[in-house]
């Protein structure tokens, strides 16, 4: 049965026109006031502008006129044309709705949300009505609950006037008046009292109030006053916080100033001055759960650049520059590390007095391991020396000097060599020195005294080694208390002995043997008794001054501008 549908809205953001559809003549005439005392509608109350449209037709009976009654599916979709066009919300399909005396409503974008933003009109409803869509579209319009949005509290019920400059942000200048506020807005970037628009946020201030403070009132832990991220990776020459002074800003100047607020502790425990030094009023602590603690770096080709110069002042109590503390770990527990492209450590002492003074001290206590204080090494291609030791002094210098045993794998080529010792006759005021016995093959030498036995001979043992040691054996024989020329070597070292004889019975005879070193690392490094200089020693002597060569021209000594590669 064909039916007339009469459509009137109430109370909503929108205005229907009424069907094309002929409907009865005391609907058209209906007041909003009578429409809200309609059976079955719910209007809201109070002032906030809902996010949905509420919606109510009248649907009557196209032959009678009659009120219809009992349930429809209504189908509602909004379109930009009166007829075709692009669909811009919906279908929203609201099914089952209650029909009294003709009156349905429903509530618009409770079903399919959200509802357009209304910005650019022309809108147009289309209705289906169990699945009989209307013949005609009805055009959106006001309504007095729009109307009334744009009215504002207070404003003596008219509009709002006053104006403003494009691009700042609007301010209420009064309860109905706005104007311009100290923020602007230019192509995405904000501006708080400047018009310069060089960041995301530009903030500027010429009175004596703080041109950011940053307060959190949280008496929680784990809530940060500011954090800084940055997601993606930073070059080398960017940085999370930069901070510039105008030109002629005082050294002294504070760029980061740390306060205390407790009066137990001191009123700046930290600050950072504009000439880059740090000032503390205690110890500067960096905790790290993990991986580097504090890493800087310096990029300069000047004269003596320092990546970071630390110095410590004080009299009467041990002063420390820079203290390195590693715990104890599975592995090392390294106190500091150093790296450098020439020289890897460097300590200097210029002394006043005339205490002990250490450039570089090393010290290992405890343990059950190895210890060792001082440890070099040195590898490459070309001269390398795991310790170098200079002396330069006018009195007592020692290149190296070691209280205790001394060990040494490799070879020893000294220039000068012998021993001394506290002179046995003043042993309190003088030494005793001695020089080496010297040889150009490794030699071996073992004496004794011998007493032959009643047929004029001897038998000397030799310690069990000696001949898996020796070879080349030399041997000499002195009798005591007489002559005896017909001593000599009976037999020859065989069997760890050799056999004395031609002597008196009784007689005491010295003896030596000598030999030359056969065992395997005598075999693998003999002595080169004659050798050429290395290329870079060559015109360089042991002893420049014995032959009027400066102190330069000595074979291992190292410039000073080679020890730091800065001087």
Known sequence: MARSIHVLLVLTLILMPASALTYPAQAANLTADALTKSPGLDVPTGRVVSGTVWYQGFLADSGSGDPINGTVD?????????????????????????????????????????????????????LTINGEPFDVRQKLASVPSAIRAGDVDGGGGGGIS?????????????????????????????????????AKLRVENAGGLPVLKLVNTSSGSGFDVLQIQRTQAIAADDALI??????????????????????????????????????AAGPLTIDTDGGMGLSILAQTTGHNDYCLSVGAMATGVNCIAVNGYAAESDAYGIGGWFSGGQTGVKGDVFPTG???????????????????????????????????????GNGISWAGFFSGDVRVTGAINPTLGGFQIDHPLDPANRYLNHSFVESPDMKTVYDGVAVLDASGQATVVLPDYFEALNSELRYQLTPVGGAAPSL????????????????????????????????EAAEAYRI???ELKLEQERG???????????EDARIGRIPDTDKTGSE
């Open 74 to 126: 209504i189908v509602a979709e909004l379109f930009n044309q009166a007829a075709d066009g692009t669909s811009l919300w919906g279908p929203e399909t609201h099914s089952s709705i209650s029909v009294a005396e003709g009156w349905f409503h429903i509530e618009l974008g409770s079903i399919d949300s959200p509802l357009p933003d209304f910005a650019d009109p022309p809108y147009y409803l289309q």
């Open 528 to 530: 080169d008794v004659e």
């Open 354 to 392: 005339s205490s002990s003074y250490f450039g570089v001290s090393g010290r290992c206590n405890g343990g059950s391991g190895t210890n060792t204080a001082v440890y070099g090494e040195a590898d490459g291609s070309g001269t390398c020396y795991g310790v170098y030791g200079v002396a330069l």
């Open 242 to 279: 930069q901070m510039t002074s105008a030109t002629g800003t005082d050294t002294e100047a504070l760029f980061i100033e740390c306060l205390n607020s407790d009066p137990s502790l001191p009123a700046k425990p930290f600050v950072v001055r504009a000439d880059g030094s740090i000032d």
């Open 162 to 198: 006053g104006g403003g400059d494009a691009g700042y942000i609007p301010v209420f200048t009064s309860g109905a008046a706005i104007g311009n506020s100290a923020l602007l807005e230019t192509s995405g970037r904000l501006s708080l009292g400047t018009a310069t628009s060089d």
């Open 488 to 519: 000599h070597i009976a037999e020859k070292v065989a069997g760890g002995r050799f056999v004395i004889a031609g002597g008196v019975p009784g007689l005491e005879v010295c003896w030596q043997v000598t030999g030359v070193r056969r065992d």
């Open 540 to 550: 360089k002597y042991v002893h420049p001054e014995l032959y009027g060569a400066p």
